[in-house]
């Protein structure tokens, strides 16, 4: 079993950045397997934002947030991060880490079988 922690979220002016991490512990992150952040704001559904494919680190980003949002990873730390720049209201969401033993449809939620608890980002405007 993998439990993650995600932390790092909170309220931020637009245009303002935070990062995210998500903390592995129980096991390592699968060689074989991927690791994604989702997010989710109030009545909408889940939206995939970046996923890494763990072995050979292909990165795949949501186009809401590409060439704002940076996927990275120590695995020293078994810990991946989430760095996001030039924030709008339109990323106020709670933020979800999940991972995947082995590979599968990098965007969609019901690929991945642990989840972390989510960290709330708040951009005001």
């Known amino acids: 079993q993998v439990q993650l922690v995600e932390s790092g979220g909170g309220l931020v002016q637009a245009g303002g950045s935070l990062r995210l991490s998500c903390a592995a512990s129980?096991?390592?992150?699968?060689?074989?397997?991927?690791v994604g952040w989702f997010r989710q704001a109030p009545g909408k559904e889940r939206e995939f934002v970046v996923g890494?494919?763990?072995?050979?680190?292909?990165?795949y980003y949501g186009d809401s947030v590409k060439g704002r949002f940076t996927i990275s990873r120590d695995n020293a730390k078994n810990t991946v991060y989430l760095q996001m720049e030039s924030l709008t209201p339109e990323d106020t969401a709670v933020y979800y880490c999940?991972?995947?033993?082995?590979?599968?449809?990098?965007?969609?939620?019901?690929?991945?079988?642990?989840w972390g608890q989510g960290t709330q980002v708040t951009v005001s405007s």
């Open positions: 129980g096991r390592t992150f699968n060689k074989y397997g991927m």
């Open positions: 890494i494919y763990w072995s050979g680190g292909n990165t």
């Open positions: 999940a991972t995947a033993s082995r590979i599968a449809i990098i965007r969609a939620p019901n690929s991945y079988n642990y």
